[in-house]
């Protein structure tokens, strides 16, 4: 049993821990119901985010947008995200997290992307909430499968997904 001032900073830094997992999740969760106002909220005003190959954005706003655009041509996307590992340091966190996210495209209803990636994000306190201040996602594996559509997934009508 831990008892002292080192159970209250032990417990101090479990519950940052948990605060920074929570924010990285919330991000997976508006990046799937394609939520604008959620993603810039999340982001540091001046965050800086790298997608794979295809993106090196620079602030919140920018940020929020281009995942919109980018995931447009989606019916249907989910992320399951496991947050691997949260290191606090003061006000600063870093976060490793471990992505498999499903798509599909409105003009492909019978298949679905399927990639396997790591996030790596720098959070930063501010106003006592945790924002990401940077993001780089790396793609390690994609594969194309055959799918039959559930009720999870939209009419083809219906253009944002609400998981």
Do not use: K
Not at 62 to 87: E, F, N, P, S, Y
Not at 108 to 137: F, G, K, Q
């Amino acid at each position: 049993m831990i008892s002292g001032r080192g159970s209250q900073a032990t417990t101090s830094a479990a519950i940052e821990r948990q605060r920074v997992a929570e924010v990285v999740t919330a991000y997976a969760l508006a990046c799937d119901e394609r939520d604008g106002e959620a993603l810039e909220r999340i982001f540091h005003p001046q965050a800086t985010a790298s997608y794979d190959v295809d993106a090196d954005l620079v602030g919140g706003a920018a940020i929020a947008r281009w995942v919109l655009d980018a995931t447009a041509h989606l019916r249907w996307q989910q992320h399951a995200l496991r947050v691997m590992l949260v290191d606090l340091d003061g006000d600063q966190a870093r976060s490793v997290g471990y992505l498999t996210s499903h798509q599909v495209a409105f003009d492909s209803p019978d298949t679905t992307l399927m990639m396997n990636s790591r996030y790596d994000m720098e959070l930063a306190l501010v106003d006592d909430d945790w924002r990401i201040r940077s993001l780089r996602l790396v793609v390690g594996t994609r594969e194309q499968r055959p799918v039959t559509l559930g009720q999870l997934v939209p009419d083809t009508r219906v253009e944002a997904a609400h998981v």
